[in-house]
């Protein structure tokens, strides 16, 4: 199996452009899992999905975050208008969930740099 | 309120010897599961070891293991025989029965392994 796929690796974009990340999911995994990571806060869960469904987002910082997850091998994270702030790495992770053991298999992150 | 403590913020070990990472967490439930994960300079957080809250037996893989001590809610990681191969940063995480999809992860430690 490939893993989680994430694009881009690495994203620079300038102070209120729009930004798209995408996750494709480990093939059979039922869970999605969005997460950020910074040097100040760590690893934060953002939202995750469930059979595509959006489960709990308590994490998203602001309206100007939305995800999707319109199939069960697809999950885009948007950000509209992206601000120097938002610059950090986004994970996102799988896992077969509902299952006590599950781990959670993480893709290689997307870099990205508001400026 | 569920958190996970790791109060070493950067460790460094020479080669062949032997380091231990502590973590403590906090939760109300009685069922759980702990993991550390490994974050190498390329990003990619891969699972190092699990434990099962409800096992005494403390989890073994190969040269990591780890010491839980359930009352004290103590999870520590120790790596034998360390490699080069082994600097990364480490965290600590776990989920509950309440919600086996929702992990919270520590701050991490960042190994140095020095040849």
């Known amino acids: 199996d490939a893993g989680v796929i994430q694009s881009p690796r690495h994203e620079v974009t300038e102070m209120g452009q729009e930004v798209t990340l995408r996750c494709k999911p480990i093939s059979g995994h039922n869970s999605l899992f969005w997460y950020r990571q910074t040097m100040m806060r760590g690893l934060e869960l953002l939202i995750y999905?469930?059979?595509?469904?959006?489960?709990?987002d308590s994490g998203m910082p602001e309206d100007r975050f939305s995800a999707k997850m319109p199939n069960a091998s697809f999950s885009t994270l948007k950000i509209q208008p992206s601000e120097p702030r938002d610059s950090a790495v986004y994970f996102c992770?799988?896992?077969?969930?509902?299952?006590?053991?599950?781990?959670?298999?993480f893709g290689p992150g997307t870099r990205l740099t508001v400026l | 309120a569920q958190t996970v403590t790791q109060s070493q913020p950067e460790m460094s070990v020479q080669e062949a010897e032997t380091v231990t990472l502590s973590c403590t967490y906090d939760t109300s439930e009685s069922n759980y599961y702990l993991f550390w994960y490994k974050q190498p300079p390329s990003r990619q957080m891969i699972l190092v070891i699990r434990?099962?809250?409800?096992?005494?037996q403390n989890a073994t893989e190969n040269r990591f293991s780890v010491n839980f001590q359930k009352a004290a809610k103590s999870f520590s990681l120790k790596i034998s025989d360390s490699q080069l191969g082994d600097t990364a940063m480490y965290f600590c995480?776990?989920?509950?029965?309440?919600?086996?999809?929702?992990?919270?992860f520590g701050s991490g430690t960042k190994l140095n392994v020095k040849p």
């Open positions: 992770a799988s896992s077969f969930g509902g299952t006590p053991d599950n781990e959670q298999f």
């Open positions: 995480a776990f989920t509950t029965s309440a919600n086996f999809n929702k992990f919270y």
């Open positions: 434990q099962e809250a409800y096992k005494q």
């Open positions: 999905f469930n059979n595509n469904v959006p489960i709990d």
